[in-house]
Protein backbone atom coordinates (compact mmCIF):
# COMPACT_ATOMS: atom_id res chain seq x y z
CA UNK A 1 0.00 0.00 0.00
CA UNK A 2 1.37 3.19 -1.13
CA UNK A 3 0.90 6.49 1.42
CA UNK A 4 1.77 9.80 0.32
CA UNK A 5 4.31 12.20 2.43
CA UNK A 6 5.29 15.53 2.28
CA UNK A 7 8.54 16.26 1.59
CA UNK A 8 10.59 19.68 2.39
CA UNK A 9 14.24 20.67 1.38
CA UNK A 10 17.05 22.13 3.38
CA UNK A 11 15.42 25.92 3.51
CA UNK A 12 12.02 24.30 4.50
CA UNK A 13 9.98 24.94 1.77
CA UNK A 14 7.60 22.03 0.75
CA UNK A 15 8.71 20.77 -2.47
CA UNK A 16 6.55 18.08 -3.41
CA UNK A 17 4.61 15.01 -2.25
CA UNK A 18 6.27 11.39 -2.34
CA UNK A 19 4.42 8.06 -2.13
CA UNK A 20 6.14 5.33 -0.31
CA UNK A 21 5.40 1.49 0.18
CA UNK A 22 4.09 1.53 3.52
CA UNK A 23 1.46 0.94 5.61
CA UNK A 24 0.76 2.95 8.50
CA UNK A 25 -1.27 1.24 11.21
CA UNK A 26 -5.05 2.68 11.59
CA UNK A 27 -6.10 0.93 15.25
CA UNK A 28 -3.10 1.61 17.92
CA UNK A 29 -2.95 -1.27 20.60
CA UNK A 30 -1.73 0.87 23.52
CA UNK A 31 -0.79 -2.25 25.93
CA UNK A 32 1.55 -3.17 23.21
CA UNK A 33 3.19 0.35 22.88
CA UNK A 34 2.86 0.56 27.00
CA UNK A 35 4.72 -2.52 27.05
CA UNK A 36 7.42 -2.70 24.59
CA UNK A 37 7.68 1.07 26.07
CA UNK A 38 8.82 -0.33 29.57
CA UNK A 39 10.93 -3.10 28.46
CA UNK A 40 13.11 -0.56 26.79
CA UNK A 41 13.67 1.78 29.82
CA UNK A 42 14.05 -1.45 31.33
CA UNK A 43 17.36 -2.70 29.26
CA UNK A 44 18.32 0.65 29.76
CA UNK A 45 18.59 0.96 32.82
CA UNK A 46 22.43 1.30 34.65
CA UNK A 47 23.38 -1.36 36.86
CA UNK A 48 26.10 0.88 39.14
CA UNK A 49 24.88 0.85 42.63
CA UNK A 50 26.67 -1.93 44.09
CA UNK A 51 28.59 -2.55 47.90
CA UNK A 52 30.52 -5.85 48.99
CA UNK A 53 30.02 -8.69 50.67
CA UNK A 54 31.86 -10.28 53.79
CA UNK A 55 34.11 -12.18 51.25
CA UNK A 56 34.56 -9.30 48.72
CA UNK A 57 35.88 -6.69 51.37
CA UNK A 58 39.76 -6.21 52.33
CA UNK A 59 40.86 -7.30 55.71
CA UNK A 60 42.18 -10.26 58.38
CA UNK A 61 41.17 -13.61 58.01
CA UNK A 62 41.52 -15.03 61.38
CA UNK A 63 39.37 -15.08 64.44
CA UNK A 64 38.92 -11.93 66.74
CA UNK A 65 38.42 -13.88 69.94
CA UNK A 66 38.66 -17.38 71.19
CA UNK A 67 34.98 -18.68 70.39
CA UNK A 68 34.14 -20.08 74.37
CA UNK A 69 35.35 -18.01 77.67
CA UNK A 70 35.28 -14.37 77.01
CA UNK A 71 31.39 -13.67 77.49
CA UNK A 72 30.90 -11.84 74.33
CA UNK A 73 29.07 -13.39 71.36
CA UNK A 74 30.77 -15.37 69.31
CA UNK A 75 32.63 -14.41 65.83
CA UNK A 76 34.42 -15.78 63.41
CA UNK A 77 35.67 -12.96 61.00
CA UNK A 78 36.70 -9.17 61.66
CA UNK A 79 34.76 -9.08 57.80
CA UNK A 80 31.40 -9.35 59.36
CA UNK A 81 28.39 -7.07 58.64
CA UNK A 82 28.56 -5.99 62.39
CA UNK A 83 31.86 -4.93 62.54
CA UNK A 84 33.32 -1.51 61.07
CA UNK A 85 34.82 -1.83 57.76
CA UNK A 86 32.69 -5.28 57.09
CA UNK A 87 30.73 -6.27 54.08
CA UNK A 88 27.37 -5.44 53.57
CA UNK A 89 23.98 -7.61 54.01
CA UNK A 90 21.76 -7.70 50.82
CA UNK A 91 23.17 -4.39 49.50
CA UNK A 92 22.84 -3.32 45.51
CA UNK A 93 24.79 -5.07 43.21
CA UNK A 94 24.92 -7.87 40.94
CA UNK A 95 21.21 -7.48 39.61
CA UNK A 96 20.41 -7.51 36.18
CA UNK A 97 17.78 -5.61 34.21
CA UNK A 98 17.09 -7.12 30.92
CA UNK A 99 13.50 -7.60 29.43
CA UNK A 100 13.50 -9.97 26.04
CA UNK A 101 10.83 -8.50 23.60
CA UNK A 102 10.11 -10.53 20.45
CA UNK A 103 11.43 -9.06 17.57
CA UNK A 104 7.51 -8.90 16.49
CA UNK A 105 6.17 -7.23 19.20
CA UNK A 106 8.91 -4.64 19.04
CA UNK A 107 8.60 -3.83 15.05
CA UNK A 108 4.91 -3.67 15.74
CA UNK A 109 4.98 -1.24 18.57
CA UNK A 110 7.79 0.90 15.83
CA UNK A 111 5.19 1.04 13.29
CA UNK A 112 2.42 2.04 15.25
CA UNK A 113 3.93 4.83 17.40
CA UNK A 114 5.12 6.31 13.70
CA UNK A 115 1.42 5.92 12.34
CA UNK A 116 0.29 7.78 15.31
CA UNK A 117 2.50 10.40 14.18
CA UNK A 118 2.07 10.48 10.83
CA UNK A 119 -2.07 10.98 11.75
CA UNK A 120 -1.19 13.83 13.80
CA UNK A 121 0.74 15.32 10.51
CA UNK A 122 4.00 15.42 12.98
CA UNK A 123 5.71 13.08 10.61
CA UNK A 124 8.35 15.24 8.19
CA UNK A 125 10.59 13.88 5.58
CA UNK A 126 13.91 16.33 4.96
CA UNK A 127 15.45 16.19 1.15
CA UNK A 128 18.79 17.52 2.90
CA UNK A 129 20.60 16.95 -0.95
CA UNK A 130 23.36 19.69 -1.01
CA UNK A 131 23.51 20.00 2.90
CA UNK A 132 27.60 19.35 2.22
CA UNK A 133 28.59 21.12 5.73
CA UNK A 134 27.67 21.07 9.15
CA UNK A 135 25.68 24.11 10.02
CA UNK A 136 23.38 24.28 13.28
CA UNK A 137 22.28 27.78 11.96
CA UNK A 138 20.62 25.76 9.06
CA UNK A 139 19.29 23.02 11.34
CA UNK A 140 17.47 25.43 13.68
CA UNK A 141 15.86 27.49 10.36
CA UNK A 142 14.58 24.38 8.98
CA UNK A 143 12.76 23.63 12.55
CA UNK A 144 11.27 27.43 12.45
CA UNK A 145 10.19 27.01 8.44
CA UNK A 146 8.26 23.72 9.08
CA UNK A 147 7.32 25.04 12.52
CA UNK A 148 8.26 22.93 14.81
CA UNK A 149 8.60 24.13 18.25
CA UNK A 150 8.64 21.04 20.73
CA UNK A 151 10.60 17.96 21.50
CA UNK A 152 12.18 16.44 17.60
CA UNK A 153 13.49 13.06 17.31
CA UNK A 154 15.86 13.60 14.39
CA UNK A 155 16.59 10.09 12.36
CA UNK A 156 19.40 10.11 9.73
CA UNK A 157 21.86 7.43 8.32
CA UNK A 158 25.17 7.22 9.82
CA UNK A 159 26.92 7.85 7.13
CA UNK A 160 25.17 11.34 6.99
CA UNK A 161 27.81 13.63 9.38
CA UNK A 162 26.81 16.62 8.18
CA UNK A 163 23.08 16.64 9.09
CA UNK A 164 24.14 14.76 12.43
CA UNK A 165 26.52 17.49 13.27
CA UNK A 166 24.09 20.23 12.08
CA UNK A 167 21.28 19.55 14.33
CA UNK A 168 22.81 17.48 17.76
CA UNK A 169 23.50 20.63 19.37
CA UNK A 170 19.80 22.40 19.13
CA UNK A 171 17.51 21.87 21.74
CA UNK A 172 15.56 19.49 22.36
CA UNK A 173 16.48 17.22 19.53
CA UNK A 174 17.03 13.33 19.87
CA UNK A 175 19.28 12.17 17.72
CA UNK A 176 18.94 8.49 16.34
CA UNK A 177 20.03 6.68 13.00
CA UNK A 178 17.35 4.36 11.08
CA UNK A 179 18.70 1.03 12.42
CA UNK A 180 18.49 2.28 16.12
CA UNK A 181 15.25 4.07 16.46
CA UNK A 182 12.66 2.69 18.87
CA UNK A 183 9.25 3.29 19.84
CA UNK A 184 10.37 4.58 23.48
CA UNK A 185 12.23 7.16 21.07
CA UNK A 186 9.10 8.38 19.01
CA UNK A 187 6.91 8.28 21.94
CA UNK A 188 8.66 10.78 23.63
CA UNK A 189 9.04 13.09 20.97
CA UNK A 190 6.11 15.39 19.59
CA UNK A 191 7.87 15.57 16.25
CA UNK A 192 9.65 13.32 13.67
CA UNK A 193 12.27 14.44 11.08
CA UNK A 194 13.87 11.91 9.30
CA UNK A 195 15.78 12.43 6.00
CA UNK A 196 14.80 10.72 2.97
CA UNK A 197 17.94 8.29 2.85
CA UNK A 198 16.86 7.06 6.21
CA UNK A 199 12.99 7.07 5.66
CA UNK A 200 13.55 4.82 2.82
CA UNK A 201 15.92 2.43 5.08
CA UNK A 202 12.89 2.40 7.82
CA UNK A 203 10.85 1.04 5.68
CA UNK A 204 12.72 -1.52 3.94
CA UNK A 205 14.15 -2.85 7.40
CA UNK A 206 11.69 -1.89 9.93
CA UNK A 207 8.84 -1.33 9.14
Do not use: C
Request: avoid cysteine.
Amino acid sequence: MSTEVSVYDSTAKKVKTEKYEVSFVEDINIGLLHQVSIASRTNSRNRTASTKTRSQVSGTGAKPWQQKGTGRARAGSLRSAQFKGGGVVHGPGGQVYKDRTPKLMKKKALQMAISQRYKEESLYILDAKGWDSPSTKSANEVLEGIGINNSVLFVSMVNELSLIKSFRNLKNITNKSSKKISAIDVITNDYILITKEAFSRLIKDRI
